[in-house]
């Protein structure tokens, strides 16, 4: 939303501004999941270790 707000307030352009805050929400998901991923895997080596 924030995105999508400055680039509106900077621009007036609706359809940039909602590209910059798609562009906002994805790179928000992906580095989301990709934390967990490496959360997951971290635990995981953790637990193979401990166990072997």
């Known amino acids: ?9 900077v621009r007036r352009d609706a359809r940039q501004a909602g ?3 798609l562009g ?3 790179g928000l ?3 989301t ?3 967990l991923a490496v959360a ?3 635990v995981g080596i953790f ?3 401990w166990f072997l």
């Open 29 to 31: 998901v992906v580095a």
């Open 1 to 9: 939303l924030g995105a999508f707000a400055a680039e509106y307030l």
């Open 47 to 49: 637990a193979l270790a």
């Open 24 to 26: 906002a929400w994805v």
């Open 40 to 42: 997951f895997a971290m």
């Open 33 to 35: 999941a990709l934390r």
């Open 19 to 21: 590209r910059a805050g």
